[in-house]
């Protein structure tokens, strides 16, 4: 099998392994009027009823197997709001398609909907929240005397800036009244069960999707320290600023913190991770005849930096052959170009420049979810061979990198990766092979 195929039947089986129906299968077992969710057992009261909210890229999934397993047993309600294109057929709920990564119409019209789900709960019902990535930008709100283009202007710069997933969702948390545990604080005192897709490093419950269920540690110091950090402070929308600088002198309420009583009917369950992920990979390599080696699941850094370091462990490699070297996380880009790319093309890109020349390794970088920032592809396969091959059709690499044009670069040169919605998010795999 050519390493391509082979890249590309490992990134597969990687990704079957966190789809939703086999987590969700995982996590919710049924018995008579008891419902376990990853081991914590509630009996719904006789009249009580199960409410389901969800937001994410893997949501409609989740929603859709959830239906299957509690379905034939109690009658199910509620609504659930996924990425444009990730919609799937639901017989149960009501859904809704937003927009990711910056919010929009519908993004704040979920959030209302899901707001009025929970203050309609009682403590005689059961919620299950079906939680995945992308849900900081598909369940939006915005602050007093703001708007949501001001809130979208926000993400653009955050999402620009080169901060992390921590950073901006620190950010994101705080200005919301339905992120950082205030929507586990509307739904109290309704038994709240929340089932997790984790698309963050480290698999922190209060960043992911903005930890709308979770209570938070983080402040609007905090929030104000991020903006500093990245010099975002005078560029983000006034609005907004003045309430942050307001809310940092206690005019408006932090989020909700550990300890809080109205957590007390909450479980948070953590259902996928990128290293279940990473573990079926090297399962399909071993499987393919190759000698698998996980370095890390939290992976995270500056894409360029990243890719240096993964060829350079390649390079040194001296383990047996032929090998799969594994790397989850995700990385960062600050964007300084005009091109159309994403996190896994740029770092492949910066990859390829460096393997040029290089005869016996290959690597991708792959969003698990299938899309790699605002383009079609979830990623790029490249080799020592990449900018060789570009460089016969006047293509430099390196003025592509710069203009953080990679989408463009491999829709050009060749080894953009393009596999449609995968229904699942656990963030990034970066896999090598050596031989």
Not at 122 to 147: H, R, W
Not at 228 to 248: D, F, G, S, V, W
């Amino acid at each position: 099998m050519h390493p391509h195929q082979t890249l590309s039947a490992i990134f597969h089986h990687a990704v079957s392994a966190v789809h939703p129906v086999q987590l969700m299968r995982n996590s919710v077992q049924v018995s008579g009027r008891t419902i376990t969710v990853c081991g914590s057992s509630h009996t719904l009261d006789a009249g009580g009823r199960i409410w389901v909210i969800g937001a994410g890229k893997a949501s409609a999934a989740m929603a859709q197997e959830l239906e299957h397993l509690l379905g034939g047993h109690f009658p199910l309600q509620g609504f659930i709001v996924t990425k444009y294109g990730h919609a799937l057929p639901l017989q149960h709920l009501a859904w809704l398609e937003a927009g990711h990564p910056v919010p929009d119409a519908n993004s704040v019209a979920a959030s209302v909907k899901i707001l009025e789900i929970a203050h309609t709960a009682t403590a005689a019902d059961m919620v299950i929240f079906l939680l995945s990535g992308g849900a900081s930008s598909l369940m939006a709100d915005f602050p007093v005397n703001s708007s949501l283009e001001e809130v979208q202007e926000l993400f653009g710069l955050l999402l620009a800036s080169g901060a992390d997933i921590h950073e901006m969702n620190t950010v994101r948390k705080h200005i919301s009244m339905i992120k950082g545990g205030w929507l586990a604080k509307s739904i109290y005192p309704a038994p709240l069960y929340t089932i997790i897709l984790s698309d963050v490093p480290g698999d922190d419950l209060s960043i992911i999707g903005s930890g709308p269920t979770v209570p938070d540690p983080s402040t609007f110091a905090d929030t104000m320290a991020v903006l500093q950090q990245y010099q975002l402070t005078e560029k983000i929308p006034l609005p907004i600023r003045n309430y942050l600088q307001e809310a940092q002198e206690g005019l408006f309420p932090e989020t909700p913190k550990p300890g809080d009583p109205d957590f007390s009917r909450v479980v948070n369950c953590l259902a996928g991770t990128n290293r279940i992920a990473l573990e079926a990979a090297a399962g399909k390599a071993r499987e393919l005849g190759y000698h698998p080696h996980i370095f890390s699941s939290q992976t995270t850094g500056n894409a360029p930096t990243v890719a240096e370091m993964v060829v350079q462990e390649a390079i040194s490699w001296s383990g047996p052959l032929p090998a799969c070297l594994l790397w989850g996380g995700e990385t960062t880009v600050q964007v300084s170009g005009d091109g159309t790319g994403g996190r896994n093309q740029h770092l492949a890109l910066a990859a390829a420049i460096a393997l040029a020349g290089q005869e016996n390794i290959t690597l991708l970088s792959a969003g698990t979810d299938g899309t790699d920032g605002p383009t079609d592809a979830a990623g790029a396969i490249v080799d020592g061979y990449t900018v060789i091959n570009a460089e016969k059709l006047s293509l430099q690499a390196n003025t592509f990198l710069q203009r953080h044009d990679s989408a463009t670069f491999f829709s050009k040169a060749g080894g953009q990766m393009i596999t449609g919605p995968t229904q699942t998010n656990v963030m990034d795999l970066i896999i090598v092979l050596k031989v």
